[in-house]
């Protein structure tokens, strides 16, 4: 296969190993360049400069990096996104804001498929402020939908999460659709983004969303736990706060006054002191992001998930594999689902093997292709390993 | 000064240079062993095992360290801590679940000269569950003692939040007694020890603590922005929850169940996925102050705030300078803190002279004693350069 983007692939750590990599969408790969500035970074910045480096680069740092996410790869104007916490940290601090933002409404709307910590957050949420969640039922040939969306929002509705891609069948819903159904009810919506920032192109600004919230450590390649970044539009930053009220939120950090005062903008969302040394390896990423383009990070996303997907009809669906994903390109995030009875089994074998996709029940293997560190050739190799297992 | 430790001061970046650094209590150096540890982590671990470093190591890397953080430096029995999150959001955590502990109850009891962040935390928690803060004014000579808080506890009292040692004066509060006065009441404690861990030996089980949390990066040397540990008594453990249902403090995170159910011991306290990288640095530290033994270290501790105070005394008093720290030993954490009407000046001075203490309103100068980390001889440069400045 032809990929313009292949010199690329030499940036990350290990990308010349034989290890078929189809995790990217769990764990994204290290790049180069992040080995030697984590080192670097002890050496110079945080030994170097020491206290001295919160004035002149760390406490601006979520900020500055929320906003280079935001216009790299969010379709997101300056002022809105920062990184903080964990994505399940993030999620209480929004679900919060949104409920306490629409008083007097009494449900969650979010679709059984969602990703369980966001099930779990608004489960948590709605019973902390009285609220009843409303499931939403997914065909999970189909994914959420705007129509599904609609039945089930009212003037009851103060929220409505989903996730932009889902993270079993990587159905890409349609965010603008949803989000207009959502405010159509007078409710506010929610998206998570962690199985598209970095790889699908985002719109938030375009789509009028209200919050969003997406981890680092997938297609940002941030390393394992590095913190999330949340997303506040613009119109919503003087009337909403979020209750984990910390001194990085507060009017003046430092002045260290006897009452807690929001600060203004999106700086409001953070709590406790962020995670510098976690931010190292996402800013990489983002930066190689901004070089690349993300429509052509999406380009190749597109290519990568279409051959794999042609090589599970050639090769493994006379094994009984079927495709769990959307067919068309349109409707599908990053990552390829491929479904058999004995899918448990056939992963572990393929950990054996140096082949490393990931399982999710009942009976999906999940083909995670990230587009800047993934081959084709690769794929071809991964998909032959699924096959000489089943035959 | 004989200084027993001395040789340890070499394991440090930047101890070589002749900065003097008085601010290791808000940002402890890096060891020279993290600047290679966390290069290596990016190509051998992170790059190199990819998503099998969650089953590997990573997943229980919160309580691995948690105990050893635990053992070392808080007299904690092993499945009581857990590294997660930052304060802020900890504080959060444990004060919720608290006030949930004590239904019935209406007060929060929690002193003036608190730090801000447990102050807002404690504002926002009362606020939003219908309690009252009930606040104890202290003397900045004598901080916060047993004798004021049972004059402010009660059978209205849920919860009293002190710190061990404060972040303005370092008055090192007697943690048995208060923690026995609250229980007296019928209340749980949550002690703060963010300026005590890896400085002043902690004895949690010992004194019957109910809860605790401290962050990573002053005395622990984890880098900005490290993420912190929380301790909840093994007595609390099977029936305290706290709100921010996430994925990995349910009872099987990669079972992806339709409900939350928190899972058994320290774990449910975790939300998000661990900050592993941010882990990294702080457990070099752990092992570098188990290596020592904690007493050893707070034994170099009292001997450099003795020899601040000393200094101070002989010459700054002409100058103006007063002492706001306790002179006795026992009653003095980690650092000492000298006022002054003009030491935001000096403090701005100072900084250009490349002597970094740190400034805390009103006039107070934090001579931060980093243990390990400082010389006798530091002390006497920076205690002479604001003498000069001062003359």
């Not at 920062?82 to 209480?92: C, E, F, K, N, Q």
């Not at 910590?117 to 969640?133: I, K, M, Q, S």
């Not at 929001?262 to 510098?276: C, L, N």
Request: proline content about 5%; hydrophobic content about 45%; some cysteine.
């Amino acid at each position: 296969m032809e990929d313009p983007l292949e010199a690329y692939r030499d940036r990350f750590v290990g990308a010349d190993t034989d290890l078929v990599y189809f995790d990217g969408n769990s764990l994204g790969r290290p790049l180069k360049v992040t080995a030697d500035r984590l080192r670097d970074f002890v050496v110079e910045e945080w030994g170097g400069r020491l206290i001295r480096g919160w004035d002149e680069r760390w406490f601006d740092l979520p900020l500055t990096l929320g906003d280079e996410i935001g216009r790299v790869c969010l379709g997101a104007g300056p002022g809105q996104v920062v990184v903080a916490d964990s994505t399940t940290v993030l999620l209480y601090k929004l679900m919060r804001a949104a409920v306490a933002a629409r008083p007097g409404r009494t449900e969650i709307v979010i679709d059984r498929d969602n990703f369980p910590t966001d099930r779990y957050v608004a489960d948590g949420v709605a019973r902390e402020c009285g609220l009843t969640l409303r499931w939403v039922e997914v065909d999970r040939s189909a994914g959420l939908t705007a129509e599904l969306v609609a039945d089930a929002v009212s003037e009851r509705t103060a929220l409505v999460v989903a996730s932009h891609v889902a993270y079993r069948s990587a159905w890409l819903a349609d965010m603008p659709a949803i989000t207009r159904v959502a405010h159509d009810a007078g409710a506010l919506v929610l998206w998570d983004e962690c199985h598209s920032a970095g790889s699908v192109p985002v719109r938030l600004d375009e789509a009028g969303v209200d919050l969003a919230v997406g981890c680092t450590y997938k297609y940002l390649n941030g390393g394992p736990g590095s913190p999330a970044w949340v997303y506040v539009a613009e119109r919503h930053l003087d009337s909403m706060t979020q209750p984990i009220q910390g001194w990085m939120g507060n009017v003046d950090p430092f002045l260290m006054g006897p009452t807690y005062t929001p600060t203004a903008g999106i700086r409001r969302f953070i709590s406790g002191t962020p995670a510098v040394v976690g931010m190292l390896a996402v800013a990489d990423m983002v930066a190689l992001v901004d070089e690349v383009g993300i429509d052509a990070v999406r380009a190749k996303s597109v290519g990568l998930t279409e051959h794999a997907i042609a090589l599970a009809d050639e090769q493994l669906a006379e094994h009984g594999v079927t495709v769990a994903s959307p067919r068309s390109a349109e409707q599908r995030g990053g990552h390829v689902t491929l479904h058999h009875p004995d899918m448990a089994r056939v992963v572990a074998a393929l950990w054996e093997r140096d082949v490393i996709p990931d399982y999710r029940d009942p009976g999906g293997l999940r083909v995670g292709l990230s587009p800047l560190s993934t081959s084709y050739d690769e794929v071809d190799r991964g998909i032959a390993a699924v096959r000489e297992l089943l035959a």
